[in-house]
Nanobody, 127 residues
C-alpha cells in the first residue's frame, strides 16, 4: 500500500505561483504513472497533469498548458506540480494519485485509472 501526502497549497493572487508536492511512502512509486487532479466545489474531479514513470512523458489539461509543469524526483519518491500565472478558475482542492499502470508511457486522464489518492491540498487564487 502507498500513502500520498500533498503539500504546498495556499492563497495566492491572480498571476502568482505555487509549487505543490506529493510525497509517497509505504511503496516506491518510481515505476508508476502519477497524476494531479483537482476538484472545485460542486464540480467533478478533473485531470490537471500527469507524468509517466520515468518523467519522459507528460500530459496536461488544455486549461493549464503553458502555465503548469509536472515533474518528479524518483530518488525522493515525490511528484511536483509547478503552477504559474494562476487564475481564479484554478481555485480547487488538488489531489495527487498513483496509476495502476507500471512502466507505461500512457498517462490516463480518468479517475478510474488511479488506485491511490492523497488527502488533497487547497489552492485558492484571489482576483
Amino acid at each position: 500500500q502507498v500513502q500520498l501526502v500533498e503539500s504546498g497549497g495556499g492563497l495566492v493572487q491572480t498571476g502568482g505561483s505555487l509549487r505543490l508536492s506529493c510525497a509517497a511512502s509505504g511503496r516506491i512509486i518510481s515505476s508508476r504513472t502519477m497524476a494531479w487532479f483537482r476538484q472545485a466545489p460542486g464540480l467533478e474531479r478533473e485531470f490537471v497533469a500527469g507524468i509517466n514513470w520515468s518523467g519522459g512523458m507528460t500530459s496536461y489539461a488544455d486549461s493549464v498548458k503553458g502555465r503548469f509543469t509536472v515533474y518528479r524526483d524518483n530518488t525522493k519518491n515525490t511528484v511536483y506540480l509547478q503552477m504559474n500565472s494562476l487564475k481564479p478558475e484554478d481555485t480547487a482542492v488538488y489531489y495527487c494519485a498513483v496509476s495502476v499502470r507500471i512502466y507505461s508511457s500512457q498517462i490516463p486522464a480518468t479517475t478510474d485509472s488511479y488506485f491511490e489518492w492523497g488527502q488533497g491540498t487547497q489552492v485558492t487564487v484571489s482576483s
